[in-house]
């Protein structure tokens, strides 16, 4: 149901407006008067309403918060990052370039899998900060930090390469800022599908259950056509 | 010889001083806006961002100078001039103390005691509009000409309940000299009153502000310079030291507006009930007077900037209704009461 | 006299120099071209919350005769591109081109045929800041960037201004 809407005409003071003003300078003198007294306080956070970056970072961030990209390092120091491709794949902004390289002999300590990424680059200029890319890799490597303070001069400086994301690791590491390992979601087997008595029901299930694949859509009608004739 | 040289140091003291004030009004229009808008405002130029309006004017004069190509060029330059000029000029008839004495001689604390006090005030004051129109016409831009007709506009029909409140006061005085008026202001009236003009003439007071913050175009009735609000009205074209002029102009225009609300309706010089004229020595008198005047100067430049960041903006139709529909009316009936009251009283 | 010929001005020089720009570090009036999503958090920046008015960008001028800073805020389409172009143009030296967020940066997720790919395609840009949209303090570290930019310029003793200083 709709909100009636009441249509109050103007009193008259509120048409002389000379009151209605000296009402609104006074709530402002309020305002000014709570400010001034505030902007004595001792800290860099003195009116409580502002924060003033640089001196004052004392707004929380949220612990989920997508900043910088890191690439993670596992509990022995050996890079997670197996160069699948899935975060690059799957990037709406497609900023992610990954060449794989293979391990070698010696190099059982750098690297925790056998294959790793060679060049791993984010070009910060595109990526969209969604956490695609976090939620894709399977092995938890790559993951959006707390960083946001990412002004550059030149472009150069805002493609991260893959000693840049490992530093960026370190940084947090040494600050505490890492994100907890992400819980992996349990694959729950789908329930088992009804069973149908009659056969042509059956054969004509067998067929729609094909799974649909984009090339195969135009045999679609040409199937339900069959199973229509059948069942007539 | 004497007279002449007190002359030039008394323009030349003024002159500084009206500049001082309205640099560091740009600083308090700054801070005070940004106290009541919940924020800091400029803390980084100097303590509590003091030299904020220093490092405005360095960066001002140092910005690059353009005149478009297709602008009158003389039209152009004349503007911001005519502006701001009239602002500095229209002071030179306010008062802003009792008289001084130094070394024997009289000293009055105003530049010219012309006994068409405000008249000039307001004659000056017209050609502020043709600062304004000037700009706006010869910038060649659609949103400056706009900018300019309606700030045109407003200036003008402002002007006549602005002249009818002056009227009524003439009517109460007898005088038009501002200093006159002044000294009139002495005293209190019906036993328990101080005898200052806002409560002789409290219609004529009220519409007097209400016209005086019209004519200095002051938010609520800041149309013209934040009109479309996305390109700035008339001075929409101008860039680095003419744009400072004109924004300076504003704040100087404040000035002279709030000696004269002072010197007319707030008892000048006089502390409300006691007279201390009689009580201190001359130099001290003169001294003391020039700091109460200030201090009321300064409550009407605070109240400018307070009632600015209260209001919002008035539509333009109701900008002229008010002024042609509501205030001119009220002006007439306050002279009108005024003219009744004093055959009546006289 | 060599000393003056290696950084090119003497005393009074230098000490202009600083005092001009003092001034322009301290009074960055922007241009908020604010046309996407970036445009809110740059309106962020310029509340009460996290408050710009405190470098000195309190007044933001839509006339580009009168900014010293253009922060572009979201994206441009190739329909707007000549149209900020002319904003560029009318601006007044010395300018900068703050380009906020990755659809002023470089495009961002939009590489289609009526985005322009980056404003650096059409001017040029001074300070560069990915995100999307990026916080407000990530723009006020770009203005910080600015200020420390126009502490190292040198407006009378650059080497263009030098030959006319001799013997100051």
Same mark, same amino acid.
């Given at each position: 149901m709709a909100k009636p809407v009441v249509k109050k005409e103007y009193t008259l003071s509120e048409r002389i407006y000379l009151w209605e003003i000296l009402k609104g300078m006074k709530l402002t003198w309020g305002h000014f008067w709570f400010n001034f007294k505030a902007c004595w306080r001792p800290g860099p956070h003195t009116i409580p309403t502002c924060w003033q970056y640089p001196e004052d970072r004392t707004r929380e961030i949220s612990p989920v918060f997508r900043g910088e990209h890191m690439l993670q390092k596992d509990d022995k120091g050996? %890079? &997670? +990052?197996?160069? +699948?491709?899935m975060c690059a794949k799957i990037c709406p902004a497609k900023c992610i370039t990954i060449k794989k390289g293979k391990r070698k002999e010696g190099e059982e300590d750098k690297y925790a899998a056998k294959t790793y990424p060679a060049a791993f680059e984010v070009d910060l200029l595109r990526?969209? #900060? +969604?956490?695609f890319c976090e939620d894709a890799c399977p092995k938890n490597a790559i993951v959006l930090g707390q960083? #946001? %303070?990412?002004?550059?001069? &030149?472009? %150069? %400086?805002c493609i991260l390469d893959k000693r840049k994301l490992l530093m960026n690791y370190r940084k947090a590491k040494e600050e505490g800022k890492l994100k907890p390992p992400r819980k992996r979601v349990p694959v729950v087997p789908a329930p088992p599908k009804p069973e149908k008595d009659e056969k042509a029901d059956e054969g004509a299930e067998a067929k729609k259950g094909k799974p649909a694949v984009a090339g195969k859509a135009k045999k679609k009608p040409a199937e339900k056509a069959e199973s229509n004739e059948k069942e007539e | 010889m004497d007279d002449w040289l007190i002359a030039i140091i008394k323009v030349v003291c003024i002159w500084v001083w009206v500049l001082l004030i309205a640099v560091v009004m740009t600083w308090v229009e700054r801070r005070g806006a940004a106290l009541i808008q919940d924020r800091p405002g400029?803390?980084? @130029? =100097?303590?509590? =961002?003091?030299f904020q309006p220093l490092a405005d004017g360095i960066k001002l004069f140092t910005k690059e100078e353009i005149i478009p190509t297709k602008a009158q060029k003389l039209l152009y330059i004349m503007g911001p001039l005519l502006f701001s000029v009239p602002a500095f000029s229209a002071? @030179?008839?306010?008062?802003?103390g009792d008289k001084i004495i130094l070394g024997g001689k009289e000293i009055i604390l105003q530049v010219s005691d012309v006994n068409i006090g405000f008249l000039f005030i307001l004659a000056i004051g017209s050609m502020a509009v043709y600062g304004v129109i000037l700009g706006g016409w010869g910038s060649n831009n659609k949103y400056s000409i706009l900018g300019g007709l309606r700030s045109t506009a407003q200036m003008v029909s402002y002007e006549v309940p602005l002249g009818l409140a002056l009227l009524a006061i003439v009517f109460v005085y007898g005088t038009f000299s501002l200093r006159d008026i002044s000294l009139a202001q002495q005293g209190t009236f019906l036993g328990f009153l101080p005898n200052w003009g806002i409560f002789k003439q409290p219609l004529g007071f009220i519409l007097f502000i209400v016209a005086a913050y019209a004519e200095a175009n002051r938010v609520p009735f800041d149309l013209p310079e934040a009109e479309s609000e996305i390109v700035s009205g008339y001075h929409t074209e101008y860039g680095s030291m003419r744009l400072g002029l004109y924004l300076f102009g504003e704040y100087v225009n404040l000035v002279t507006i709030s000696g004269v609300i002072v010197a007319l309706y707030f008892g000048s010089w006089h502390m409300p009930y006691i007279d201390l004229g009689a009580y201190l020595g001359p130099i001290s008198w003169g001294i003391v007077s020039f700091c109460i005047f200030f201090l009321k100067v300064s409550f009407f430049l605070w109240m400018f900037v307070w009632v600015r960041w209260t209001l919002p903006r008035f539509r333009y139709d109701q900008v002229m209704g008010l002024g042609w529909r509501g205030l001119i009316p009220l002006g007439l009936f306050n002279i009108f009461i005024t003219a009744l009251f004093i055959q009546l009283t006289v | 006299m060599a000393i003056e010929a290696y950084n090119g001005g003497g005393w009074i020089a230098t000490k202009l120099e600083w005092l001009i720009n003092w001034g322009r570090k301290r009074s960055p009036w922007p241009l908020p071209f604010g046309t996407a999503c970036c445009g809110i958090e740059m309106m962020c920046a310029l509340a009460a919350g996290y408050d710009m008015a405190r470098f000195g960008a309190e007044r933001p001028s839509f006339s580009p005769r009168q900014a010293d800073v253009l922060i572009q805020a979201g994206t441009i389409n190739l329909k707007l591109a000549p149209v900020f172009k002319k904003i560029y143009d009318q601006m007044a030296e010395p300018r900068c081109v703050i380009s906020m967020g990755a659809c002023a940066s470089s495009g961002g997720v939009f590489r289609t045929y009526a985005t322009l790919q980056g404003i650096d395609k059409l001017v040029p840009v001074d300070i560069y800041i990915p995100g999307c949209p990026p916080r407000p303090e990530a723009l006020l570290q770009a203005l910080l960037m600015f200020i420390e930019k126009t502490e190292k310029s040198?407006?009378?003793?650059?080497k263009k201004y030098s030959d006319l200083l001799v013997g100051t």
């Open positions: 050996r %890079e &997670t +990052c197996i160069a +699948c491709g990526c969209i #900060f +969604c956490g960083n #946001f %303070e990412l002004a550059r001069y &030149t472009k %150069e %400086e | 400029p803390n980084r @130029a =100097g303590p509590w =961002g003091l002071y @030179a008839v306010v008062p802003f | 040198q407006p009378i003793t650059h």
